[in-house]
């Protein structure tokens, strides 16, 4: 069945460094893939998304690419804040029923 | 988009008895789903509730243990019974708009401690 594979945390990090997070999957079709982020207390939120291949989805900063080659959608960020610090899911959605399907998490603290 | 309220926000409760939580949307949405996430874990998928049919449940969760209301196209709601400390977690909501392309919106979520 359809799955994600995401980096394993946590991932500690200082101010201003540079972020990846490597999330690949297994899908059955084309599935479109996303990133959701949750901060500490709080729900899920959507952070970027992308629905065919070579798309780039784009949020605050934080950029993943759908790469249909590799099976992957890693999330970059070129500098990484304090509020940066939650835990980021990937996920897919490509299934009947518009199931998502989600990563084990990853979360990311960043230092001062 | 769409804007989803649960409640509550967070519960305590004795093992043996029940909890309803209710979703609430801002706009008319067919698919609604409830998730459950463990402490320190990922989401993991209960069910699908989509308004005009019988919830759809994943392997591993009953009916009987989480029976599921939907009313109509912006409500619903999933009960927790006979809790036991392992039914602690939090328990989400959310909802996918048919214009979304895949994408689910999801509540702040409901934090339950069974004791």
């Known amino acids: 069945g359809d799955s994600v594979t995401q980096m394993e945390g946590p991932v500690t990090l200082s101010e201003e460094a540079f972020l990846t997070i490597n999330c690949t999957y297994t899908?059955?079709?084309?599935?479109?893939l996303f990133w959701y982020v949750q901060y500490p207390g709080e729900g899920l939120q959507l952070l970027l998304k992308?629905?065919?291949?070579?798309d780039k989805g784009s949020n605050k900063g934080f950029e993943a690419t759908y790469r249909k080659e590799t099976t992957s959608f890693h999330l970059e960020k070129g500098s990484v804040q304090v509020s940066d610090s939650a835990v980021y899911f990937c996920?897919?959605?490509?299934?009947?029923?518009?199931?998502?399907?989600f990563g084990q998490g990853t979360e990311l603290s960043v230092k001062p | 988009s769409a804007v989803i309220s649960q409640k509550p926000s967070r519960d305590i409760c004795q093992r043996g008895t029940s909890l309803t939580i209710q979703c609430q949307v801002d706009?008319?949405?067919?698919?609604m789903f409830w998730y459950r996430q463990q402490p320190g874990q990922s989401l993991t998928l209960i069910a699908t509730?989509?308004?005009?049919?019988?919830?759809?449940?994943e392997s591993g969760f009953v009916i009987d243990k989480f029976p599921i209301s939907r009313p109509n196209l912006t409500f619903s709601t999933l009960t927790v019974s006979n809790m036991s400390p392992e039914d602690s977690s939090i328990y989400l909501c959310?909802?996918?708009?048919?214009?979304?392309?895949?994408?689910?919106?999801f509540g702040p979520g409901t934090r339950l401690l069974v004791l």
């Open positions: 959310s909802v996918r708009p048919g214009t979304s392309e895949g994408t689910q919106y």
């Open positions: 899908a059955t079709g084309y599935p479109s």
């Open positions: 992308a629905t065919k291949a070579d």
């Open positions: 996920a897919l959605s490509g299934g009947q029923g518009g199931k998502l399907i």
């Open positions: 706009s008319q949405v067919t698919m």
């Open positions: 509730a989509n308004q005009g049919s019988e919830a759809t449940y």
